[in-house]
Nanobody, 125 residues
Framework: QVALVESGGGLVQSGGSLRLFCVVS????????MGWFRQAPGKERRYISG????????KYSDSVRGRFTISRDNAKNMLYLQMNDLKPEDTAVYYC??????????????????WGQGTQVTVSS
């Protein structure tokens, strides 16, 4: 059974940076698109970034475009999210997920079949 585990979250000041990691075990990621979601307290889970199976195509929500960078290493079964210029509104639990297709990038959570448990990111002002 596929398992995803996120790490790299923490407390950072506004303007700081964090790098999130997602390791996948029990299955390959090389044939699937991957994505990052986040959920702030009292709000629904939202898609913020995705990457196709090859790593050549990426997608970002308006809220993070230009500040966050998604990448992957299929050989290591790893997904990354580099987050720069963090803002208090970025505070949320961040989840990685494996999409049920290679290209995807639609951002609909119904098309993601495997999810991690999340890692907390807190940005202080």
């Amino acid at each position: 059974q596929v398992a995803l585990v996120e790490s790299g979250g923490g407390l950072v000041q506004s303007g700081g940076s964090l790098r999130l990691f997602c390791v996948v075990s029990g299955g390959s990621v090389s044939r699937y698109a991957m994505g990052w979601f986040r959920q702030a307290p009292g709000k629904e889970r939202r898609y913020i970034s995705g990457i196709d199976w090859s790593g050549r195509k990426t997608k970002y929500s308006d809220s993070v475009r230009g500040r966050f960078t998604i990448s992957r290493d299929n050989a290591k079964n790893m997904l990354y999210l580099q987050m720069n210029d963090l803002k208090p509104e970025d505070t949320a639990v961040y989840y990685c997920a494996r999409e049920n297709q290679a290209y995807g990038l639609g951002g609909d959570p119904r098309f993601f079949g495997s999810w991690g448990q999340g890692t907390q990111v807190t940005v202080s002002s």
